[in-house]
């Protein structure tokens, strides 16, 4: 049998719809009467879709027809702050089992957009009839949340196309081998010889608060490349700033 692949078939947003409809309903009511609210038919395919899509999204539970929020869906609406909320919000967003698969395999790289539907058909096995409205599902659902950056860079963190790799850091070793290096003014990148890693390109961004050596196998690479050097940009803004307020 062909691997079932678990999905929602809603948007997240409409999901918080339709967990707001039972919230303002007691916290817990049956789905006629949230299809009633939203002005929907409780036996439409479309209604179950996004009751099943609610569920898989952690903001209801479905008991027999019952539904009831969650206390992830209450922690997100009774945050004291928008970060809160958006770090309990990316939670919600990769509970489908196929929206977290896809976040593994691109976090803290560059989600190809352009082909994106083919990618859900081809390796993650989304019918080709649901490619295209779970696509977008997906990509709605991570730029509300925060997850999906500039340069289409997938990551938890919000300013994370700004400081997508972390791995230089990781790099202890090789940076305990080479010889100390003159401490600098401010932020500075360079050109990594390819003897750093054999037979591939390499850029270093190091300077306060970062030190990131990024591996270029790949056009998309590039963008990783591009967003780090725009957080340089942005703080030697802020430098110039400061020092003009003297």
């Known amino acids: 049998m062909p691997k079932q692949v678990d999905y929602p078939r809603a948007s997240m947003k409409n999901c ?3 967990a707001d409809a039972v919230n303002d309903l ?3 009511c049956s789905a006629a009467m949230a299809a009633d609210k939203l002005g929907k038919q409780h036996t439409s395919g479309a209604y179950k879709a996004l009751v099943g899509a609610a569920v898989k999204y952690g903001l209801i539970t479905n008991k027999k027809g019952q539904l009831a929020v969650t206390q992830l869906y209450r922690d997100i609406r009774l945050a004291y702050n928008e970060a809160e909320a958006e770090k309990e919000t990316q939670k919600a967003f990769l509970k ?3 929206f977290s698969d896809i ?12 082909h994106f539907e083919k990618l859900l058909i081809r390796e993650f096995e989304v019918p080709d009839n649901f490619a295209s409205r779970v696509g977008g599902y997906f990509l709605e659902g991570a730029k ?3 997850i999906l950056g500039d340069g289409n860079v997938l990551s ?11 791995n230089g850091n990781d790099d202890d070793e090789q940076q305990a081998d080479s010889p100390p290096e003159k401490p600098k003014a401010g932020p500075s990148h360079e050109i990594s010889h390819p003897a750093e890693e054999e037979g591939k390109f390499s850029v270093r961004i190091k300077g306060p608060g970062m030190d990131s050596l990024i591996v270029v196998n790949e056009e998309e690479d590039l963008y990783i490349v591009k967003a780090m050097l725009k957080k340089v940009e942005k703080r030697l803004a802020i430098d110039d700033e400061e020092w003009g307020d003297d």
């Open 16 to 18: 918080f719809g339709l």
């Open 144 to 146: 509300q949340c925060g």
């Open 103 to 114: 976040f593994a395999r691109f976090e803290n790289k560059p989600l190809p957009v352009s």
């Open 156 to 166: 938890r963190d919000n300013d994370a196309a700004n400081e997508i790799i972390e």
């Open 26 to 28: 007691g916290s817990e």
């Open 96 to 98: 489908p089992p196929l």
